[in-house]
């Protein structure tokens, strides 16, 4: 199982990234994928989810109304649009898949991508 994360970087208050993970090594259109954060001495956090058909979707209070996940499950990716972005969404970006791969119930993450909303 791998993930290629990109789409992070450095990004005024107000502005806009789109975040992808694509994946590998497992059947991706039967896996929820979630997406976490971590900021600097924080702990990890859940910010969105969606279900393996893309059908439906779930976010933390905080990103509601300008986050939005997505999924093309043709191009084994899934994607977070952040608008509206703020200071506090600083933090480094991981992708997850969780459930049963083969033989073995577990989480595969993404090795993260650093996002940075600063002036």
């Known amino acids: 199982v791998q993930f290629v994360e990109s789409g992070g970087g450095l990004v005024q208050p107000g502005g806009s990234l789109r975040l992808s993970c694509a994946a590998s090594g497992f059947t991706f259109s039967n896996h929820a994928m979630y997406w976490y954060r971590q900021g600097s001495g924080k702990e990890r956090e859940l910010v969105a989810v969606i279900s393996s058909a893309g059908g439906n979707t779930n976010y933390t209070d905080s990103v509601k109304d300008r986050f939005t996940i997505s999924r093309d499950n043709a191009r084994n990716t899934v994607y977070l649009q952040m608008n509206s972005l703020k200071p506090e969404d600083t933090a480094v970006y991981y992708c997850?898949?969780?459930?049963?791969?083969?033989?073995?119930?577990?989480?595969?993450w993404g090795q993260g991508t650093q996002v940075t909303v600063s002036s």
């Open positions: 997850k898949a969780h459930g049963w791969f083969g033989s073995y119930y577990t989480d595969y």
